[in-house]
């Protein structure tokens, strides 16, 4: 049995444990506040890019001369992998799901014969990958959300992704984030960048319906200034700028999210157990009074 | 209602800047200002760096600066996805020139051309910057 000492160590420790683990639930509350309007204020500019997008590329008459961002290069070996990563752990499942579905994907894909590409942002998915995929990793993005995504980054990111493809690097580009469903629930969302699907949202039964309504209703009846492919090609980057932006920003906000779970489990856990251990204390220092009070008795009844 | 105002729409990567009902507003297009009032025909273009115009009430009511982007054009709607946009009245000069400057360094100081472009996008911003301080107001 552990002495009354070594008992109120653990219980001062699990304490201060748990005061670590209740701040960083409070500073992912608020930080996730942020995130999810940020998130949200976002989500407006990519709407209309989308719908825009989607009726430029619908009235394309000329696939084959239109960028290859939107044509692709009519082949499918080479993949790059954009994983949305965070910089930091303390956040429950949030990169082990995103490594577990880029693992299966990436092993999927060497069955099927194709090379595999990873990029990675954040140094989190960089530690848990390299050990697997080590020579697949081009490079590693760090620091991104400092202290929250900015469209630079985003931007720079994009521009990079971007002048690989120029220099036919790869053929098809998929990032893969955490979605923001709820504070509580994350979803790991593949997305092709590249080339262009129509239904680049995809997730959204609405998101898709009205691209396409804005695809077939309104691509006749627009006029372009300058040409169609003109206005593609300044289109195209920006919107691959754009969807990294909002992958960005909801991860961080499933970050947070995924954060503040784990703290509060953390900090409940904490709880139960200076529960425990106090029972435990208490019992033993009862324990120390009765032996006490029974060496004493008895001492008296010898004499 | 539509045959009045134009509903005119600001937005940029971060925010929905700007939503209301307007006069007339006027984009600085790629391919020169265009001017959209109830009616115009629907159209998409490019936004050069520049600033928009935006009228009520028979004057100008605000005039923003953007850093180039998109526009979307339909009887009753403008829609300007911009790529920074913010009040020509906030822009500080001393700050622009700066960037300028830094960006023409840039400019010489690399052979990279993803930097090049980069810096010269720069450069061509802030100029436009410069010039948005300068222009006289519509009236």
Redesign the interface.
């Known amino acids: 049995m552990p002495s009354l000492k070594e008992l109120r160590v653990r219980i001062t420790s699990v304490k201060s444990t748990q005061r670590i683990t209740s701040a960083m639930k409070m500073v992912a509350a608020a930080k996730l506040r942020r995130a999810q309007e940020?998130a949200e204020?976002?989500r407006?500019?990519a709407e209309?890019?989308e719908?825009?997008l989607g009726?430029?590329a619908a009235s394309v008459s000329d696939v084959a001369s239109a960028p290859p961002l939107l044509a692709g290069t009519g082949k499918d070996d080479v993949h790059l992998l954009v994983v949305m990563t965070t910089d930091r752990g303390l956040c429950g499942g949030f990169n082990t799901n995103i490594a577990r579905w880029t693992r299966q994907h990436v092993r999927a894909l060497v069955s099927d014969g194709k090379q595999v590409k990873l990029l990675i942002v954040g140094r989190k998915g960089q530690s848990m990958l390299r050990m697997e995929f080590g020579e697949r990793i081009i490079d590693t993005i760090e620091d991104t959300a400092k202290p929250a995504p900015t469209?630079e980054t985003?931007a720079s990111i994009a521009?990079r992704i971007t002048?690989m493809y120029d220099d036919g690097e790869f053929d098809i580009c998929t990032i893969v984030y955490n979605r923001f469903e709820s504070a509580l629930s994350q979803i790991v969302t593949p997305q092709q960048l590249i080339p262009f699907a129509q239904d680049a949202s995809g997730d959204d039964a609405n998101d898709e319906k009205a691209a396409k309504d804005a695809g077939a209703g309104?691509s006749a009846?627009?006029?372009?200034?300058?040409e169609e492919n003109?206005?593609l090609a300044?289109?195209l980057p920006?919107n691959l700028?754009?969807q990294v932006?909002r992958a960005m920003l909801e991860s961080f906000a499933s970050e947070q999210g995924a954060r503040m779970a784990a703290m509060d489990n953390a900090t409940r856990n904490a709880g139960d157990l200076i529960d425990k251990l106090t029972i435990n204390y208490n019992r033993t220092r009862q324990a120390f009074i009765t032996r006490e009070l029974i060496e004493i008795i008895s001492g008296a009844e010898a004499l | 209602m539509a045959d009045t105002a134009v509903q005119f729409?600001l937005?940029?990567?971060?925010?929905?800047i700007l939503s209301e009902d307007v006069e007339m507003v006027v984009v600085p297009?790629?391919?020169g200002d265009f001017g959209v009032l109830p009616g115009h025909?629907?159209?998409?273009?490019?936004v050069r760096p520049g600033v928009i115009h935006v009228f009520t009430d028979g004057g100008v009511s605000s005039r923003i600066f953007v850093a180039g982007g998109?526009a979307?054009v339909?009887e009753s709607r403008c829609?300007v996805?911009a790529?920074e946009a913010l009040s020509v009245d906030e822009i500080d000069r001393a700050e622009v020139e700066i960037d300028l400057e830094n960006a023409v360094e840039d400019l010489g100081g690399t052979d990279d051309p993803?930097e090049q472009k980069?810096a010269e996008n720069r450069a061509v911003t802030a100029r436009a910057k410069l010039a948005a301080i300068d222009a006289p107001v519509y009236q």
Do not use: D
Request: aromatic share 12%.
């Open positions: 940020q204020s976002a407006p500019y209309r890019m719908r825009m009726s430029v469209f985003a521009s002048t309104a009846a627009y006029e372009y200034e300058p003109e206005i300044e289109l920006r700028s754009i932006f | 729409e937005v940029s990567p971060e925010q929905l297009g790629g391919e025909s629907p159209m998409i273009s490019t998109f979307e339909t829609t996805l790529e993803s980069a």
